[in-house]
Every structure is written in C-alpha cells, then in structure tokens.
Nanobody, 115 residues
Framework: QVQLVESGGGLVQPGGSLRLSCAASISIISLNPMGWYRQAPGKQRELVALITTSGGINYADSVKGRFTISRDNAKNTVYLQMNSLKPEDTAVYSC?????????WGQGTQVTVSS
C-alpha cells in the first residue's frame, strides 16, 4: 500500500502563487510516474502534470509556462509550483502515483482562485 498526502491548497487571488506538496509513505524512487490531477465542479478529472523517475515531464497545455512539477527523492515528496493562477485553475488537486501497475491517489486539496 502507498499513502499519498497532499498539502498546500487554499484561497489565492488571480495572479497569485501556491505550492502543492505530495508526501509519499514509501520511497518515490519506486513510484513511476507521479502526477497531479485536478477536478473542477461539474467537470471531469484532468491531468495537470506528470513526472517520471528519469525526469521526463508532461504538462497540460492550459498550465504550460505557469506550473512546474518537481520531485525531491530525499523527502519522498513531489511538488507542484503554481504561478500566475487564474480563476479557471480552481479545482480539487489530487496526487497520483503508480506502483507495481496500481494507481494510488491522495485525498485531494482544494485550490480556489478568486478575488
């Protein structure tokens, strides 16, 4: 079993920044890939960013140039730095990790972008 715990969500004004963290209960070297997804009210869950153990990274077109995903193997944590936030970024953000072909999810953290 793998536990993923997200933190860092909250309320921020448009143009602001937040950093989300996803702490894993096991070494993230064995989790491949890891990623962030989000789900807004009334919409399907979508991929935001993905990172592999070899450093490969993918972003949704809607966040390219604004969001940055990174991983700290020593802390077993993946981060999502979100800059220039827009109201349409409002959603529940969830961490995902694959371990032995099984997908694990965190509980999610709410991000609200509003003035």
């Amino acid at each position: 079993q793998v536990q993923l715990v997200e933190s860092g969500g909250g309320l921020v004004q448009p143009g602001g920044s937040l950093r989300l963290s996803c702490a894993a209960s096991i070494s993230i070297i064995s989790l491949n890939p890891m990623g962030w997804y989000r789900q807004a009210p009334g919409k399907q869950r979508e991929l935001v960013a993905l990172i592999t153990t070899s450093g490969g990274i993918n972003y949704a077109d809607s966040v390219k140039g604004r969001f940055t995903i990174s991983r700290d193997n020593a802390k077993n944590t993946v981060y999502l730095q979100m800059n220039s936030l827009k109201p349409e970024d409002t959603a529940v953000y969830s961490c995902n990790a694959r371990w032995y072909a099984i997908n694990y999810w965190g509980q999610g953290t709410q991000v609200t972008v509003s003035s």
